[in-house]
């Protein structure tokens, strides 16, 4: 899998969503379970943008043929992606100056709203891409990355 994000909507990004979105991208591309519906397998090329509040997503094999483009709203997710974002701001300052048992309980909270987002976005993508959930977790990254407005 390749993966295109439209680097023009994060030019202000702070590290941490720097940092978190090319984790997601290299993980990505080393591993992903990603089927867009009627394609029967083989390699794909993710492009990921924020157009209109929407995010579109365009599917294309490899070479970059046969693309389909898919966009959906932003709704959904714009609350636990707003929460997410807070919390992950707590847990970057705790890391600073809290105790080990704070900075676990913040990062957990992180996880589950993180794994919250994730399973909305698959489901809002199943009819259009199977995925699996560490795939969706990925995507649900870069997805927040894209919604960054700092």
Known sequence: MAVDIDTDLMATARDFVAYEREAAIRDL???NAFLPAGR???TFRLGLSIQ???LVLEVADAAGEGAIRHILSLSPLRSVIKDYFMVCDSYYAAVRDSSPSQIEAIDMGRRGLHNEGARILAERLKAKISMDFD???RLFTLVCALAWRG
Do not use: H, Q, S, V
């Open 29 to 31: 591309i080393a591993d």
């Open 40 to 42: 029967e397998g083989g």
């Open 52 to 54: 209109d509040a929407k």
């Open 135 to 137: 795939t969706a977790r």
